[in-house]
């Protein structure tokens, strides 16, 4: 039984109406790209859409993509449409699925954000560097060294035009920037979150920068960046491949829409009387709320998609979807457990859609386990560049998967945070939580980890601790 069989594991309407999704014929037929072939039905939440098993369209050559690799903050799994949420709509985020390869297994490097960014952008687990061990960082004490060698820095020298719009949560000025690890351009903000409005950061910092500089601007965040990524993807780079990272902090609180000025009054109020919490925004919020701002997410990545696609760029540029980490409080995670900060299910699954359409087909469904490590490793090859030989790649590189048609040689996923663990080998998960109990669940009969396997499978059990064990000896140990 596959990961993605999720209506058979609950016989019940509401998980069918879930994660079946009765889908129109139109639909189904948009599913299948140039040169597909016939969609068959596919296992997943998505079932029933026209989706097929995955298989690469090998012989075809393309230039050097540009890349666009978009993150959502702090949402979950199962908060698309395409991934089976019933209440939240994302048209353009399904639509970037039909059009491409949906993987159903794909999981973030961490459960919180700034660990996770460390993870993509230098393809290692976040316990590779002293930055890495805070999860998050929330002060000027930590941050990604510039002398470490990073998806934009190996890029940039290779020939890419390199630029981060949005959330960089990699450490503050002086020490830490985009523009000091590769990325020739940054317009976003430094830190974990930001009011919507105001842009006052968790200390009450103002924290919207262009390279390094304050840069004002109070109108939404989210409208801002989508002006500025709409603005670099239209542009001529003469001739330059590009990478832009963007990185929105929607859906992630304070629960702020766009229009919200009373509430973003009120927070604001809150932080400069001293309130080193107003940002958590604990009284606010509601599942209607988060509704409205990952469909804000999607409209906005559309009007990027658009704005691609106007450019004259769109066959020839890579684009990947995904987010930082599992979901939060109002995230709809069913079935999974746990959620941000977890390394359950809930914690680390998340959405994850490719588009190339000059190297891809559309209408794909891939049940493959994938983290972002393995997203570094994969741009750097299609981009015909290796990585700094030492500092030796956590992730392996999909390229062969994707455009050849090559078996991914089977490997262990390994995450661990403070007072938790977890390794992925197959289809069994080793997890350790904060209760200090080793326990083993089979994700493909019970992806919503409720039948602890430890007792009656001990040998596998032990293999998958000592497995755990290997890897992180090697890794940082945490400050005291």
Not at 24 to 41: D, E, H, I, L, R
Not at 209 to 227: F, H, P, Q, S
Not at 312 to 321: A, I, K, N, P, R
Not at 468 to 473: I, K, M, R
Request: proline letters at 6%; hydrophobic letters at 35%.
């Amino acid at each position: 039984m596959r990961l993605g069989v999720l209506v058979s594991s609950y016989n019940s309407k509401l998980s069918r109406r879930a994660f079946g999704g009765a889908v129109t014929a139109s639909a189904a037929a948009a599913a299948v790209g140039p040169g597909a072939a016939p969609a068959q039905a596919a296992e997943g939440p998505y079932a029933g859409s026209g989706e097929r098993e995955f298989r690469a369209a090998s012989g075809r050559r393309s230039r050097r993509p540009n890349i666009l690799f978009i993150l959502g903050d702090d949402l979950g799994w199962a908060d698309l449409s395409s991934y089976g949420s019933p209440h939240i709509k994302t048209p353009n985020l399904d639509r970037l699925a039909r059009q491409g390869v949906r993987f159903t297994d794909a999981y973030s490097g961490s459960a919180t954000c700034s660990p996770t960014r460390f993870s993509l952008y230098t393809g290692r687990y976040p316990a590779r560097t002293a930055g890495g061990l805070a999860e998050p960082i929330a002060d000027k004490s930590a941050g990604l060294e510039p002398t470490h060698p990073t998806l934009a820095s190996l890029l940039r020298d290779s020939g890419y035009a390199t630029a981060l719009i949005g959330k960089w949560h990699a450490g503050y000025l002086p020490d830490h920037s985009p523009t000091k690890s590769g990325w020739e351009e940054f317009f976003g903000n430094f830190g974990g979150a930001l009011e919507y409005y105001s842009k006052l950061g968790l200390g009450g910092e103002y924290d919207l920068y262009e390279g390094d500089a304050e840069y004002k601007d109070l109108r939404y965040y989210t409208r801002i960046i989508t002006e500025r990524a709409s603005e670099y993807v239209s542009r001529d780079h003469h001739g330059k491949p590009w990478l832009l990272n963007l990185n929105f902090t929607t859906p992630h609180w304070p629960w702020i829409a766009e229009g919200d000025t009373g509430e973003s009054a009120e927070i604001v109020r809150r932080i400069k009387a001293g309130d080193g919490r107003a940002l958590w925004h604990q009284d606010g919020g509601s599942v209607e709320k988060y509704k409205e701002m990952v469909e804000d997410l999607d409209r906005s990545i559309g009007e990027v998609l658009k704005a691609l696609k106007r450019s004259g760029q769109e066959e020839d540029t890579l684009v990947v979807f995904s987010s930082d980490n599992g979901g939060e409080r109002f995230s709809y995670n069913w079935p999974l457990s746990g959620n941000k900060a977890s390394l359950q299910e809930g914690g680390i699954r998340v959405p994850n859609i490719a588009r190339w359409p000059a190297r891809l087909d559309g209408g794909q469904v891939s049940h493959v386990p994938v983290f972002s490590p393995d997203w570094t490793a994969t741009l750097l090859e299609l981009a015909g560049t290796r990585p700094h030989p030492a500092y030796p790649l956590d992730g392996v590189s999909l390229a062969g998967y994707l455009l050849r048609g090559e078996r991914i040689a089977q490997r262990d996923l390994f995450w661990r945070v403070r007072g938790e663990r977890a390794l992925r080998r197959g289809d069994w998960k080793y997890y350790r939580g904060k209760a200090g109990r080793d326990q083993l669940f089979d994700l493909a009969g019970d992806l919503r980890e409720q039948a602890d396997k430890a007792a009656v499978e001990p040998a596998r059990l032990a293999q998958l601790r000592a497995a755990w064990e290997s890897v992180d000896a090697g890794l940082l140990p945490y400050p005291a």
